[in-house]
């Protein structure tokens, strides 16, 4: 086919192949072990499985209602209230979507306009400053501190003006693994009290927390949820990334806005998935030994590197582990990851892509939602780097 003979103004000029994608492609073309994007490589529940095929065989395979099922809504708003005391009406305050990035899409293309401005905090999940690009907004980029990936408030104080329209934060953190403590929700809502800014709370990972920490989320809060969009990830919580299922939560007013971007962007997500997914939550057991699951994964993996040169970088929450090689090489990370890939066999993803300016403080993402004899290979491979 002819190329578009035209000109082509491109809305991300600046914007290429994500790095899931690129380092995807080269541990398939090198046969080597995928640490890099975040998925698990053991299978989901059967029980889960087969209420999907049960719905379907019960013929819920035409378009769901907009805002999703009645019932899942009503079950994640018991799940909610029964998790962070916080009271939601499903009928009016829930969206289910499809994954957690449509989500965060959608939120953003509903109250950002142009000329706003959304603080983000970096490194960041790669989506979120184009979505703030998309909808003619300006991605405010504030960095984490290392080397426990906290926020400096002091420092998000300075950088709110009049054009400040959103904060975006995220807990557990996708690729820093830090949490946000309840100070952290304090402060937040101190600095937002008395304005029109909307917080965008990005928590897919609200179950996967380790040692014993509880998660903060902004609906533990009540003032703070009041300005509040929530997303949350039925693809993190139950093993299924590749059927981009999530759900949305705010207030009425927030929720209702949310809901005229949703209709024309998705309209309804995946049905009878939504069925599946009601039946199969209404037992905590499918989702709460999931920090304890998760935490036996990141210690496997962390004593298997031990004889390594890699050094781990604590991880509080998420699946993914940090891990600095400044005792291996002087390479940059993109450089060095991709050497790991095609000379060791282990794809993982370097931090400095999650900054809009790279970052290279020599660290690498390794994801250790996998198989145990995945992570024993894996680390094999590794302890022969350097």
């Not at 049905?271 to 036996?296: C, E, G, R, S, V």
């Amino acid at each position: 086919m002819p190329k578009f003979p035209g000109v082509i103004n491109s809305k991300l000029p600046n914007t290429g192949t994500t790095i899931f994608t690129v380092m995807s492609k080269l541990a398939a073309d090198h046969d080597a072990i995928n640490l890099s994007q975040g998925f698990p490589d053991f299978p989901c529940s059967e029980e889960l499985v087969s209420l999907v095929n049960k719905y379907m065989q019960k013929g819920f395979n035409q378009y769901a209602p907009m805002p999703g099922i009645m019932p899942l809504r009503e079950v994640l708003a018991e799940k909610i209230e029964d998790s962070y005391s916080a009271v939601y009406n499903p009928e009016t305050e829930i969206t289910i979507t499809s994954g957690g990035t449509q989500a965060i899409f959608t939120a953003i293309s509903a109250f950002v306009k142009e000329g706003d401005e959304v603080i983000i905090f970096e490194p960041a999940y790669d989506s979120y400053a184009p979505a703030i690009e998309l909808a003619g907004g300006r991605p405010i980029f504030v960095q984490l501190k290392a080397p426990d990936y906290h926020i400096e408030w002091n420092e998000v104080k300075k950088m709110i003006r009049q054009s400040t329209r959103m904060i975006l934060i995220n807990t557990p953190h996708n690729p820093a693994s830090a949490t946000m403590s309840a100070q952290d929700m304090q402060q937040l809502d101190k600095i937002t009290r008395n304005t029109d800014i909307i917080v965008l709370s990005d928590e897919v990972y609200e179950h996967i927390i380790f040692d014993g920490l509880e998660h903060q989320s902004v609906m533990r809060f009540p003032k703070l949820a009041e300005r509040s969009i929530v997303i949350f990830s039925f693809g993190k919580t139950l093993h299924v990334t590749g059927w981009k299922m999530g759900y949305a939560v705010g207030p009425e007013n927030l929720m209702k806005e949310f809901r005229k971007v949703h209709q024309f962007n998705v309209f309804s997500s995946n049905h009878p998935m939504q069925w599946a997914i009601t039946d199969f939550l209404k037992n905590k057991d499918n989702y709460t030994y999931l920090p304890q699951f998760y935490q036996a994964k990141r210690d496997h993996f962390i004593s298997l590197m031990k004889g390594s040169k890699f050094e781990p970088i604590e991880c509080k929450g998420s699946y993914f582990q940090l891990m600095s090689y400044k005792n291996i090489s002087n390479e940059k990370d993109t450089d060095f990851a991709i050497r790991l890939t095609k000379e060791f066999g282990v794809a993982s993803i370097p931090v400095s892509v999650f900054y809009h300016k790279p970052v290279d403080n020599k660290i690498l993402r390794f994801c250790f939602a996998k198989e145990n004899e995945t992570l024993e290979k894996a680390a094999e491979k590794l302890l022969m780097v350097g």
